[in-house]
């Protein structure tokens, strides 16, 4: 007993001695920081006319007011961390994000920031994930012309990318969700490669999700390619009636039901006319590759159900993200697909942050 309570002790010192010291680094840090803006605002004109200094607090307070409704909301920052270690064929990962609350108020004149604090255990989450080398081939290694390509790197970073956009799509969906969302990158960053890199995903079936049963139905490969590049939005008129996204404009207008031929579809998303026979080839290869669309003559309409290819989709992305972060004794990258199991690839990963950033976006 006295050995376990002086190991106890050994370890809650050893822990508030650790703590300290990570304080003390980041005031280091924080006042280099400030040394160095320091530095900058002694810079010549030159260089001050790149900078802006301070903010006009009354007007942003006023707008914050205005665009709010409200003199307080609670904002949510996210961030996430993860490592790597090794024994024999063995890799580990260990990966977590974590989330801290606070409070930002426009008062008059100056808007009040709270310290940030942790918040509850729904908004923490952390996986320790066991594969052997010859597993890991399967689940993160790239298929180039000269065999397996692994990068030890990219699986515990995407699954960190994952738990940071996974945490912070559960901040707006709480029962009092966060007005504001502080990540350390840019969802617009993040999409832009994340759309191209998952196209042989969809395009060769092979994306876990598909075939998943939903409360909206079984998840088909069609949905998968909308949610890749359907992000509609009539007031911004996106998706732009042009190129390859032309067919998913039209699909977005055929949502909104009826039936309709090409001109008449043309003419709804305001694309040119000139652009029929384009139209006309994309619709063929969809109706011939996912069969879409109700025998209407003349016209087109969609068939029933497809409109809730996002439902599924989401439904899927949350079950399976679920299932990484709390297995249940079971392992974390590995999911039951009717009778049998499948791994949950690097390239999986990819695409369910592809969706969350898509959901956190709605």
Known sequence: ????????????????????EVE????????????KIGELKQAGPELKRLLRYGVDTLSASVTGKKFFGRDEVEFVAVDGTYSADQQL?????YVGAFAYSGKIRFLDHEIEVSDAQPTSGDLSVS????????????????????????????????????AEYYLALKATMAESPARVILLDRTLAGDVAHLVWSTRDLIHDHLCILEGMD?????VTNFDLELTRMLLPNDDLKIPTPRSQLLKYAVIWHLFK?????????IGRTGANQNRLSRLQKDFGELEQEYHIFEKVL??????????????????AALTTTDHIFNPKGEHPLRIKKKENESWITA??????VLIFIYALTR
């Not at 005031?27 to 400030?34: A, D, G």
């Not at 064929?89 to 990962?93: C, G, P, T």
Request: hydrophobic share 35%.
């Open 347 to 352: 390239d999986d990963l990819d695409f369910l």
């Open 257 to 265: 039901g009826g039936e309709l031929d090409l001109p008449q579809l």
């Open 214 to 218: 939903t409360p909206h139905g079984k």
């Open 24 to 35: 003390i680094s980041t005031r280091f840090l924080l006042n280099s920081f400030k040394e």
């Open 89 to 93: 064929d063995l890799l580990v990962f």
């Open 298 to 315: 003349g016209a087109f309409k969609l068939k029933e159900g497809v409109s809730e290819y996002y439902d599924r989709v989401l439904s």
């Open 127 to 162: 996986a320790a994930i066991p594969l052997s080398e010859e597993d890991a081939a399967e689940v993160f290694g790239q298929k180039p012309e000269s065999g397996v390509e692994v990068d030890p790197e990219r699986l515990p970073s995407a699954i960190m990318h994952l």
């Open 1 to 20: 007993k006295d050995s376990a309570l002086l190991s106890s002790s050994n370890d809650s010192g050893l822990e508030t001695r650790t703590i300290e």
